[in-house]
Nanobody, 117 residues
Framework: QVQVVESGGGFVQSGGSLSLSCAASGSTSSTYTMGWFRQVPGKEREFVAN????????HYADSVKGRFTISRDNAKNTVYLQMNSLKPEDTAVYYC??????????WGQGTQVTVSS
């Protein structure tokens, strides 16, 4: 069974930086993308960034372009999100997502990111 486990996050002042990591375990050969979504109470979960697992091509939401960087380590089945120039509106629970070639979604438990103004 595939598990997706996040780490990182926390509290930072506006303009600061945080990093997240997410490791997938189990059968991961069918990974198509891995990435990050975020959610605040009362709102839908929104896409932040993902990376094509074989090509390494990143995609970003417009709201984080130029500030966030996603990267991967295929050997470790791990994806990273470096978040710079953080804003209060980046405050959310961040969820790691693994999407497979068979169109299955796997989600982590979520990690809180809080940016104070």
């Amino acid at each position: 069974q595939v598990q997706v486990v996040e780490s990182g996050g926390g509290f930072v002042q506006s303009g600061g930086s945080l990093s997240l990591s997410c490791a997938a375990s189990g059968s991961t050969s069918s990974t198509y993308t891995m990435g990050w979504f975020r959610q605040v109470p009362g709102k839908e979960r929104e896409f932040v960034a993902n990376i094509n697992w074989s090509r390494g091509t990143p995609h970003y939401a417009d709201s984080v372009k130029g500030r966030f960087t996603i990267s991967r380590d295929n050997a470790k089945n791990t994806v990273y999100l470096q978040m710079n120039s953080l804003k209060p509106e980046d405050t959310a629970v961040y969820y790691c997502n693994r999407y497979t070639s068979t169109r299955d979604d796997y989600w982590g438990q979520g990690t809180q990111v809080t940016v104070s103004s």
